[in-house]
């Protein structure tokens, strides 16, 4: 299964946003942008990985998913990963077990894609 999700990084620079979808590591992450661009970008990277995954695992808005089941982490290399919660972390284990979640994002200042892939 494949999930993708775009987005502008200027709709991102909100906290009250960043309160209710990420958790205090992924805060952390985010508050080391070098400046109100980088941070809004990585707003926005958190919001399109954690729709991308919700999509690869075929839940959607009425699921009972939320994006507090998703957790963005980065290995030592700064490589994203996801950790999974919840709603998601039961689907993941009922549809697809023994299954892993790749994602890939990038960003610029204009555009945000994130890519989740489940192999």
């Known amino acids: 299964m494949i999930g993708i999700d775009i987005d ?3 709709r ?3 906290d009250q946003l960043l309160n209710r979808i990420a958790f205090e590591e992924e805060i952390q992450h985010i508050n080391k942008a070098r ?5 809004s970008q990585r707003i926005a990277s958190l919001f399109s990985v954690k729709e991308a995954v919700m999509k690869a695992l075929g839940l959607g808005k009425d699921s009972g998913v939320s994006f507090k089941d ?6 030592e290399s700064g490589k994203p990963f996801v950790v999974l919660y919840g709603r998601a972390k039961k689907q993941m284990e009922e549809k697809f077990k023994d299954k892993n979640i790749e994602i890939s994002l990038s ?3 204009e555009i945000v894609v994130a890519v989740a892939v489940i192999n």
């Open 70 to 75: 998703i957790k963005m982490l980065h290995d």
């Open 107 to 109: 960003h610029t200042p």
């Open 8 to 10: 502008k990084p200027e």
């Open 35 to 39: 400046c109100a661009s980088l941070r």
């Open 12 to 14: 991102f620079d909100d």
